[in-house]
């Protein structure tokens, strides 16, 4: 078989319309060659890695965008494994709804002018944290709004209350998580933690605690505690087993120690069977209450 013509320099090989291929004067039938994948309709690319978003992107009207988990990922925000799976994008106005394999097209009337990032229109973090209430769940979306109003700096917990619009579709689930989400969580497994511990009837506890020796040298910083209990709750995720975050570690819970706290470790192991941590939480708040 004959090699591949090769393509015009004009096209970004990379990904490329089809219609633009044909007005620079390629063949058709140079556009079926297996050289070229189809990463959806329209599109060419040699490019094997190119995502299903990317390749969307050069097919979205004006008056389209990303919109939903799809915003949310493009933000940097946890999502559940599957959630990204499709691409959603919505349509500003009386145009034309996305109808194609892997998209799931919306319609908004009138809204926020998108937002731009990595060469993407998309919603913006808090208007992407709201269109997720339709398709996650209320522990699901505090993680989000943990994320988004935390080190991310994208939102506030007042710039997520005021996006909720009074009569909305699945204003109940928003709120309801509004009302959970905090600013200090720095993982998905933080969050979950936190509110494991609140709903089995824990006090709410700090994030992100700098402690101190009676001295007031610093000793450390935990992911969550009660100071007035010196009780503390660390979720070690797999960095922690690094041999520097370990000894990091051994450190900081050394010098908690002597100074009268409880450090208290959580995995991932604790997320599916949690009753032995949330017990041994009990007995530490039982000791500090004797």
């Known amino acids: ?13 990379t990904g490329f319309l089809v219609r633009d291929a044909v007005a620079s004067g390629v063949d058709p039938g140079r556009l079926r060659r297996r050289d070229l994948l189809r990463p959806v309709h329209g599109v060419r690319s040699t490019d094997a890695t190119m995502s299903v978003v990317a390749a969307v992107a050069l097919v979205l009207s004006p008056n389209q965008y990303f919109s939903h988990t799809t915003a949310a990922a493009l933000w940097g925000a946890p999502l559940p494994r599957g959630a990204g799976s499709a691409v959603h994008v919505t349509t500003v106005g009386t145009g034309p709804v996305m109808r194609r394999p892997q998209v799931i097209g919306h319609r908004c009337r009138s809204g926020p002018v998108p937002w731009t990032r990595q060469g993407l229109r998309l919603s913006a973090p808090d208007v992407a944290w709201r269109e997720c209430a339709s398709l996650l769940s ?12 935390g080190k991310s700096g994208f939102c506030t917990i007042d710039t997520l209350a005021r996006i909720l619009v ?4 699945w204003i109940a689930v928003a709120r309801a998580a509004l009302a959970r989400v905090r600013v200090g969580a720095e993982s998905p497994m933080e969050t979950w933690l936190r509110l494991a511990v609140v709903d089995a009837g824990f006090p709410e506890p ?28 660390e979720y070690d995720g797999d960095h922690h087993r690094e041999r520097d975050a370990f000894q990091h570690d051994q450190r900081r819970d050394n010098g908690m120690a002597v100074n009268g706290w409880l450090v208290l470790h959580a995995t991932r192991g604790d997320a599916g069977h949690p009753a032995v941590l949330l017990e041994r939480l009990r007995q530490a708040f039982v000791s500090r209450s004797a």
């Open 138 to 149: 209320v522990e699901q979306l505090v993680a989000m709004g943990d994320f988004l109003v």
């Open 1 to 13: 078989m004959p090699k591949p013509r090769p393509l015009p320099g004009t096209l970004d090989s």
């Open 206 to 233: 700090e994030l992100q605690v700098e402690v101190s020796d009676h001295h007031g040298r610093f000793l450390g910083r935990v992911d969550m505690a009660w100071p007035a209990h010196r009780v503390a709750l």
């Open 166 to 169: 009074p009569g909305t579709r």
